[in-house]
């Protein structure tokens, strides 16, 4: 059967049609399905709103092709019987191809899936079809039509395959894609002309009047043209549409604004981007001068160069910060020379740039300047001021201590607090920078820089004390200042800086809580005091330090107990150096600890050749409790002398306690561990006795010399020596009186219930202790 079919449709097509009308008809359709498919492609590439209107554009350019094959190839059917055309129903089978094809477009979708390729091609079989028969019926002429059904259902189930399978290949590529498919949709439309036509029958009826059409070439040859005219046009339009949209697509593309400033001077053309960036709509900006746009970092209009990028703003710019790049060069655009401006916005980038650069030269915490950026500052005011000005340096008092109890965050809060009182108190002009951990400094620069220096210092330790109440606040901190005089105190930065640290230096010394201005006799005590350091770090290789051992007696039985080990310093050319002056200097260079280590082995060694039980004890510094090998060096000490561990006593004071506290009662934890004895040495006079003697178990506790020394007519100094050794029996710790001189405080001190004390009238520090059976000299 499907044979007998096929030979028919041959037969029609060779022997019952004009081959060149019928080849002519082809070429219409050929044309029309490969703009069908390039048409959907376009409208592949869109967004949905222009891809509804190309999909709009691809079905009236097939439905038109379609009806035009048609018409052609109905032309070209050989009959005797002349034909013609009814206007009406013509018009209406091309209107019923072109709404079958919009139908099928939209189902078939943007990307090729089985169901929707089969229903699109079933409604463009149904829509060639309906376009053919409707076509069949505006024939007029003496004839009716008649057709055989079966062939024509049989072709139309074809056809809607090979439709089917056109909108399921779409995505083979770029050119199969567009080929296949358009190849497919040709044999389809084949096939059911001819079958229909094969298996139309007119039927002549002489009682039907007609007149003769005349040639019908004119009519092909019109058809064709109008056809294929439209076709080609619609795909110019496609192919232009799409070049200016990708055009257009590119311009708005790229990060930088676009502008075309013609001949004349005035703006041709922008893209959205720029119009963004200026805040202005794009149609505003059309004939618009430049330089009514842009303006210099002063705010005069911007003047054109070609030399290169040049950074700009907007006139009204949207931002406050808003900072512009303008590059130009030149192009042809419609047939003129013409100047393209590119515009960047460099406001996140100078934002960052200002961030970066903020960072670099200033402080996270504070927001306050760095050293770096002071240093800057005051090496431009030198070169550029000849007039005097002031720099302050200050130092925050119990910061550290502070900073170790109560944590880092509370330190942070600490600083934040000082940096809104220094803002708030210094002038305008005046320069504050934080240079170190608690250390600022102030570039005061006035007409009259030491009076106004002095004021500045005056009114800041005002808002200190004001502020900063140690006596209700655990947190609060004092400042002291010490202040440079330019030129009189330094003619440059290092000189300035160095003499300011003196004078703080001085300021601290005096008793915190003070400023002081540089003087020439600080820069001498400062020569001395570092000369002093290189000495000092040289004096046990050059032998220059020895021992010294200060008895310590029991008051009831008069009986020396033990001695402690004192540092002594004996210099070749300044004589003996007092403890005082270089104990100090040695925990601030870091010098104690080797110090610390070599008394510590010189008094076990001394102790280990006393007769009896007699202890000695050493001062640590705190300094010395924050190394973590010392316990490993005690236990070293007493292994390498040979001294029974509970021979050896080790002094603390409470500042100890307040530097990493954890760690350093570790570390006494580990050393008690090795049978060593650990006294608190200066009770009193440090930050919350009680609670450091609740944090570790210590075996004595000495009273602090200064107590003492004032018991003869101080009557809050004796009641605090008794509440001491009252508290030293609840805890059933020996208690021992520091600075014991005259009889008079030895009897307040045994009347008290002291068991142990310490002092010159009991003797003075030797380097060969007496025996320890000696007796007291005096007994009262």
């Known amino acids: ?309 040049v950074e700009a703003r907007a006139f009204d710019a949207v931002q406050e910060d808003q900072w512009l790049e303008i590059a130009t060069h030149s192009i042809e655009y419609r047939g003129r020379p013409c100047r393209v401006l590119a515009v960047r916005d460099l406001t996140e980038r100078k934002r960052f740039e200002r961030r970066i650069q903020h960072l670099a030269t200033h402080d996270p915490l504070t927001q306050l300047p760095n050293r770096a950026h002071f240093t800057q500052v005051l090496e431009a005011q030198l070169r550029d001021l000849t007039r005097p000005f002031a720099l302050l340096a200050l130092d925050l008092d119990r910061f550290k201590a502070v900073n170790d109890i109560f944590g880092h965050a509370a330190g942070d809060e600490v600083l934040c607090k000082v940096t809104r009182i220094l803002r708030e108190t210094v002038r305008a002009g005046d320069l504050v920078a934080r240079i170190g951990g608690d250390e600022f400094v102030i570039l005061a620069d006035h007409a009259d820089a030491a009076d106004s220096a002095q004021q500045l210092a005056q009114r800041i330790l005002t808002a200190f004390a004001a502020e900063m109440d140690t006596a209700r606040d655990p947190m609060a901190v004092g400042v002291s200042i010490g202040i440079a005089i330019f030129p009189r105190d330094g003619a440059d930065a290092e000189g300035l800086r160095l003499n300011a640290d003196i004078a703080l230096y001085r300021a601290k010394q005096s008793g915190r809580g003070q400023f002081r201005f540089f003087d020439t006799q600080m820069d001498h005590l400062a020569r001395e005091r570092r000369e002093l350091e290189h000495e000092l770090r040289q004096a046990i290789a050059a032998d220059q330090l020895h021992l010294v051992f200060q008895p310590l007696v029991s008051t009831a039985r008069g009986q020396v107990v033990g001695y402690e080990a004192l540092l002594r310093w004996d210099h070749p050319a300044r004589g003996r150096i007092a403890p005082d002056i270089f104990i100090p200097i040695a925990e601030e260079t870091g010098a104690i600890v080797p110090i610390g280590e070599w008394v510590l082995r010189r008094a076990c060694r001394t102790a280990a050749g006393w007769a009896g039980d007699v202890g000695v004890a050493v001062n640590v510094s705190p300094v010395q409790l924050l190394v973590p090998n010392l316990p490993a060096i005690v236990a070293d000490a007493l292994a390498e002398s040979g001294l029974a561990p509970e021979r050896l006593e080790l002094e603390i004071t409470e500042t100890a306690l307040l530097r990493n506290r954890e760690t350093t009662l570790a570390v006494l934890h580990a050393i008690k561990a090795l049978g060593v004895r650990i006294a608190m040495d200066d009770f009193g006079t440090g930050y919350s006795s009680l609670n450091n003697l609740q944090a570790f178990p210590f075996d004595k506790i000495k009273i602090d010399k200064s107590f003492v020394s004032s018991v003869e007519d101080d009557e809050a100094a004796r009641s605090i020596i008794r509440a001491i050794v009252g508290l030293g029996r609840s ?48 007994v009262g």
């Open 1 to 309: 059967m499907g044979a007998k079919y096929m030979f028919a449709i041959l037969n029609c097509l060779t022997v019952d049609h004009d081959p060149a009308l019928v080849a002519l008809a082809a070429l219409v359709w050929i044309i029309g399905s490969l703009a069908l498919f390039l048409l959907l492609r376009r409208a592949g590439d869109c967004v949905e709103a222009r891809r509804r209107q190309w999909l709009a554009v691809a079905a009236l350019s097939a439905g038109i092709g379609i009806w035009a094959t048609h018409f052609v190839a109905m032309l070209a059917y050989r009959t005797p019987i002349p034909l013609r055309f009814g206007m009406a129903l013509t018009i209406l089978s091309a209107a019923a191809a072109v709404c079958c094809f919009w139908a099928a477009l939209h189902v078939a979708g943007k990307q090729p899936r089985a169901w929707r390729s089969l229903a699109a091609g079933v409604i463009a079989a149904l829509g060639v079809g309906t376009m053919h028969f409707i076509g069949m019926t505006a024939l007029e002429g003496v004839v009716h039509l008649g057709v055989a059904p079966v062939p024509v259902l049989i072709a139309g189930g074809l056809v809607a395959g090979l439709f089917a399978a056109a909108f399921g290949t779409r995505d083979l590529g770029r050119t199969a894609g567009i080929v296949v498919p358009a190849a497919l949709s040709v044999l389809a439309v084949v096939i059911l002309h001819f079958t229909a036509i094969d298996a139309t029958t007119l039927i002549l009826d002489p009682a039907l009047a007609s007149e003769a059409d005349g040639d019908p070439i004119w009519v092909v040859a019109a058809v064709m043209a109008v056809t294929i005219g439209l076709i080609l046009l619609v795909l110019a339009g496609a192919f232009l549409d799409r070049l200016l949209t990708d055009l257009k697509g590119l311009t708005e593309a790229t990060l930088e604004g676009l502008a075309i400033v013609g001949r004349d001077g005035r703006i041709v053309e922008v893209n959205a981007r720029l119009a963004a960036i200026l805040g202005i709509e794009s149609r505003s900006l059309i004939g618009t001068r430049p330089e009514a746009l842009f303006v210099d970092g002063g705010g005069a209009p911007l003047a054109w160069f070609d030399e290169g990028p």
């Open 731 to 778: 805890l059933n710790l020996p208690v021992v009186a520091e600075g014991v001189e005259t009889d008079a405080q030895r009897r307040v001190v045994t009347e008290e219930g002291c068991p142990q004390a310490q002092g010159y009238l009991f003797g003075m520090p030797a380097e060969h202790p007496v025996l320890p059976a000696m007796r007291l000299r005096s």
